[in-house]
């Protein structure tokens, strides 16, 4: 029954005005539902992918690369940290101290020599728990840490000559 054309009262036709909004209203309110109810099973299906082709578990760095980070800290910068350069973080015997931390500057799941450094647990904590931010000069810091690896390793590997 089509209700706009009824005629023979005002009060019906304004009431069935009313029900076709609001089952208009129903309509509308039931596709943004189920455009919604889409969107969060396409969204969960796109997180279990993601899920399953990341490993976003924490990996330690190698031996060797933590290795190299020492030797570097020690060479370059005397045992400080190369964070806050306050901190000591080797003993004069290059022996690493109990504030030494090994950070994972780029997240957990990045172990490579280039996404790391070896800092002091104040450092650590600072930039763990957000109190420290790692752009502006930490970044700053943190690059230069990393130009100094670099340079060591080519030394070590032999392909830049000194003199
Ligand atoms: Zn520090």
């Not at 930490?138 to 670099?150: I, K």
Request: charged residues 25%; glycine residues 6%; contains cysteine.
């Amino acid at each position: 029954m089509d209700c706009l054309t009824d005629h023979n009262g005002k009060l019906d036709a304004a009431i069935c005005a009313v029900i076709q909004l609001l089952n208009d209203g129903k309509h509308e309110w039931r596709q943004i539902r189920s455009s919604l109810d889409e969107l969060k099973e396409n969204h969960q299906r796109l997180t279990d992918k993601v899920c399953q082709l990341e490993d976003w578990s924490r990996k330690p760095f190698t031996k060797s690369t933590v290795k190299t980070f020492l030797d570097v800290v020690q060479r370059y910068f005397n045992g400080l940290c190369p964070c806050c350069s306050e901190k000591l973080i080797l003993s004069d015997a290059g022996i690493r101290l109990e504030s030494l931390e090994t950070d994972h500057f780029k997240g957990p799941k990045w172990n490579n020599i280039t996404e790391g450094w070896p800092i002091c647990d104040q450092c650590h904590h600072r930039l763990t728990h957000g109190y420290l931010s790692r752009e502006g000069w930490v970044m700053q810091a943190f690059q230069a840490f990393q130009m100094r690896v670099s340079q060591f390793t080519q030394i070590e590997n032999g392909q830049m000559q000194l003199f």
